[in-house]
């Protein structure tokens, strides 16, 4: 946390100099659903100036059982978006195309670690999630009702979904690497009735035993009535009678006919637990009518989407990234996507190229982290690879530092694929920064400009204005469809958590500032902020210094007590493969940061190691980073902690 003084005054300093522009691509552009900035400027001047008539416009291009009365009731912070109206997301994801002239055309794309593909139809994928509807409402699972989701990337984790979605359930998806801790925390404060699990799924040549973890979990989740376990292996499983059966038991069982319920646009469709970042996870509920319209929209126009593309999004289900653009966006606008089960550098790193050219995706869509981890494997992963079948690439999950973006740009993307780096959060449901990729300009650690309808600014503490050119607080000022509506069970958590620190605001929790073009820059987390002499300083910036010096692959940086200057800057470095940790490299890594970006940001302390703790999402945890720089010790919340093999290793360093 913070102190007081470091709150005091929310400006931040800015350090980095980074002056790449890419204009779209002429070809890209010439075929793009929105074509010039002229075109994007424009739309946007249209958006925030008659958001409601803006947003019924996207809606009407779904599928509603009744119409809204009305578009926007907003009474800060609640928000109802599409008042009275009724609608299906699992019918406007499936229904819709299957009966619409798309019954043959791949809806999912799936590959699993050992190597097998499935290919599911919208034809099909609507039989299967009729037949899964049916098996939940023959376990008494009703509108409402919250079901736990705990799979692997697997068809039937999207069908679970889907089906949930179908009857008005709410689903509650549990990331498939975390331990039974995790599910324990997640099923009781949801209160779920249900969990659909599977026995194992597959993991770097591994397998993930994922039933014999509910089990475990179950111990202690005194509200769950019914366990359905899919059959991915042949793995013995221990079933419990009463509580335990079988998918395809279920399945066969079940009719085959189950119509979509007409659902009011504010119910709830889903819970989802922060990747738990900067502390404990929050449960956010997303309910049907806004998400769906907001998710569907941002797809369209981000990915610019085209009715042959293969777009494959490598976030885990158990994200929101994977919710909203593994499923639910790219569904409804009748895209295949690609669902693959593994590990990337199974059974070797190219295993993502290679997965690129069999099935010639057009559309990529992965993390910071994913991208350096690639960088720091070799060029010659990629290299081996044909990825002429790539148009579009897209990075999501924190800042990425410019030389990562243009590794992405030039050995990924061969200079000819716009990148397209998304800002936003489990809590905005959907994307709200990114360029639009035939219209706006990239520039390498900027996520540009706001979607159509956004209203970010950058703010001190009071909610005053901060000058084009400072860092501070990144808030949203208007209400947008996708927008959470509340913590599970926690409203009070809700309004003071996002909507009391800035007056009139939506906080992010985000530091970032805007350039001259309108651009935004995100600095990192305000929780994470260096006060260094009274200059406040983002992690980005002096993360993305260390990381252009050729001899490092990653860094995060944290603030420790200093008596001169306030903090002291930590620095965390993990260095490419065939370089070795010295005394004289510190020093060159001190000195690179000083001429980079000014002696005020230079790394007081630097530290190497072989991995940086990390989410299970993949993000950097610069609160445990802190708190062993600062005692020695870690005390603060690590369920979704990654490798807590890490922490020991950082330890013992420290010693
Ligand atoms: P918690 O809220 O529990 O700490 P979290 O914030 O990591 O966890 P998510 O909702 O998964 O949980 O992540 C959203 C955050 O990720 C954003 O607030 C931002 O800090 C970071 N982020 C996501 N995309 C980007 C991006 N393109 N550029 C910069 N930061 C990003
Ligand atoms: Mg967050």
């Known amino acids: 946390m913070p102190s007081p003084d470091l709150a005091a005054n929310s400006n931040l300093s800015s350090t980095l100099r980074e002056n790449r522009v890419f204009a779209p691509p002429e070809e890209f552009a010439a075929k793009a ?50 008042v009275g109206g009724r609608l299906n997301l699992c019918y406007n994801c499936v229904d819709r195309h299957a009966l619409g002239g ?126 359905v376990v899919y059959k991915r292996s042949d793995a013995a499983v221990e079933m419990k009678s009463g509580r335990d059966q079988w998918w395809h038991e279920l399945m066969a069982a079940a009719g ?27 449960g956010l509920v997303h309910t049907t009518g806004g998400y769906a319209v907001q998710t569907y929209l941002t797809s369209k126009y981000i990915f610019d989407l085209r009715d042959q593309d293969v777009y494959w999004c490598t976030a885990d289900i158990g994200w929101v990234t994977g919710h909203s653009y593994v499923i639910y966006g790219i569904l409804q606008n009748g895209i295949t996507t690609l669902m693959y089960e593994g590990a990337p550098n199974y059974p070797d790193p190219g295993r993502f190229w290679k997965i690129i050219e069999e099935h010639k995706v057009s559309v990529f869509y992965t993390a910071p982290t994913a991208i350096r981890a690639f960088i720091k494997w070799g060029d010659e992963y990629p290299a081996a690879h044909n990825l002429d079948s790539l148009r579009l690439l897209g990075t999501v999950g924190e800042p990425i530092n410019p030389e990562a973006w243009m590794w992405y740009r030039e050995v990924i993307g061969k200079g000819r694929c716009p990148i397209v780096d998304t800002w936003w959060q489990t809590e905005t449901g959907a994307i709200m920064l990114a360029p639009i990729p035939g219209a706006v300009a990239a520039k390498p650690g900027s996520a540009t400009k706001p979607f159509f309808g956004i ?26 469809p996708s927008m959470a509506r509340t913590i599970y069970g926690d409203a009070d958590r809700y309004v003071k958590q996002y909507w009391t620190e800035v007056p009139g605001s939506y906080f992010t929790g985000d530091g970032a500032r805007m350039d001259e073009d309108g651009c935004y820059w995100l600095m990192g987390r305000v929780d994470d902020v260096i006060n260094v002499s009274g200059h406040r300083l983002g992690t980005m910036e002096v993360e993305s210094a260390l990381v252009a010096h050729p001899k490092v692959a990653e860094a995060a940086v944290v603030g420790r007590p200093d008596a001169m200057k306030g903090q002291a800057i930590a620095a965390f470095v993990t260095i490419e493969s065939g370089h070795e940790p010295s005394k004289d490299l510190k020093d060159e890594l001190r000195a690179w940061v000083a001429k980079e970006i000014g002696a005020l940001a230079r790394p007081d302390d630097i530290r190497f190691t072989d991995s940086l703790p990390k989410t299970r999402s993949g993000k950097i945890m610069r609160r445990l980073l802190r708190e062993l720089a600062t005692h020695g010790e870690i005390k603060g919340d690590t369920t979704t902690l990654e490798d807590f093999s890490v922490i020991a290793r950082l330890r013992e360093q420290d010693e």
């Open 256 to 282: 085959a006919e189950c119509p979509a319920e007409p659902l009011d646009s504010e119910d709830p469709l889903y819970i989802l637990y922060t990747s738990g970042t900067t502390g404990k996870p929050k």
């Open 33 to 82: 659903h929105i074509r010039d900035l002229a075109e994007y400027d424009a739309l946007y001047q249209r958006s925030i100036e008659d958001p409601e008539g803006f947003w019924a416009e996207a809606a009407g291009e779904l599928d509603w059982f009744t119409p809204w009365t009305k578009v926007l009731d907003w009474n800060e912070p609640w928000a109802k978006w599409f």
């Open 455 to 480: 209203v970010p600014e950058i703010v001190n503490k009071d909610g005053g204005p901060v000058p084009a050119g400072q860092g501070g607080l990144l808030v949203i000022r208007k209400p947008w």
């Open 102 to 227: 798309k019954k043959d055309k791949t809806a999912i794309l799936w590959e699993g670690e050992p190597g097998e593909v499935r290919r599911l139809t919208f034809g099909e994928l609507h039989e299967q999630v009729q037949r899964f509807a049916n098996v939940l409402l023959g376990l008494g699972i009703r509108k409402g009702d919250r079901v736990a989701i705990y799979m692997g990337m697997t068809p039937e984790l999207a069908v679970a979904v889907l089906a949930c979605a179908r009857i008005g359930a709410v689903h509650s998806v549990i990331f498939g690497g975390f331990a039974a801790n995790a599910i324990v925390d997640r099923v009781n404060d949801a209160e779920c009735i249900a969990v659909i699990t599977q026995d194992v799924s597959y993991r770097r040549g591994g397998e993930v035993r994922l039933k014999a973890t509910v089990d475990e979990a179950l111990k202690h989740c005194p509200t769950v009535k019914h366990v």
